[in-house]
């Protein structure tokens, strides 16, 4: 298993912009696909996008199609999840999550998960 490390979340005006990282251990994260999720307080935990092991194929949730991008960089063990034009809709805790499978967005889909970054997004 790969273990997840997330960071750069924050504070953030209604129309800004954040970048999240998600750096990982071990040698074979380029054999996961890597996702994100989130979940806002008293909601059930979201897909929010995903990507496969080499990067080549990205999936979104349609509340995010447009203003969020995921990306990797296999040599940096790092996924990145840049979000922009944030609505306060946005506002939870992100996390990511790595998964055998090469499809799915449920959260049983993805057996290793980070302890999640806050992002905040004041109106």
């Known amino acids: 298993q790969v273990q997840m490390v997330e960071s750069g979340g924050g504070l953030v005006q209604a129309g800004g912009s954040l970048r999240l990282s998600c750096a990982a251990s071990g040698r074979t994260f380029s054999y996961y696909a890597m996702g994100w999720f989130r979940q806002a307080p008293g909601k059930e935990r979201e897909f929010v996008a995903r990507?496969?092991?080499?990067?080549?194929?990205?999936y979104y949730a349609d509340f995010v199609k447009g203003r969020f991008t995921v990306s990797r960089d296999n040599a940096k063990n790092t996924v990145y999840l840049q979000m922009n034009s944030l609505k306060p809709e946005d506002t939870a805790v992100y996390y990511c999550?790595?998964?055998?499978?090469?499809?799915?967005?449920?959260?049983?889909?993805?057996?290793?998960w980070g302890q999640g970054t806050q992002v905040t997004v004041s109106s």
């Open positions: 999550a790595a998964s055998r499978k090469s499809f799915g967005t449920r959260w049983s889909d993805f057996e290793s």
């Open positions: 990507i496969s092991s080499s990067g080549g194929s990205t």
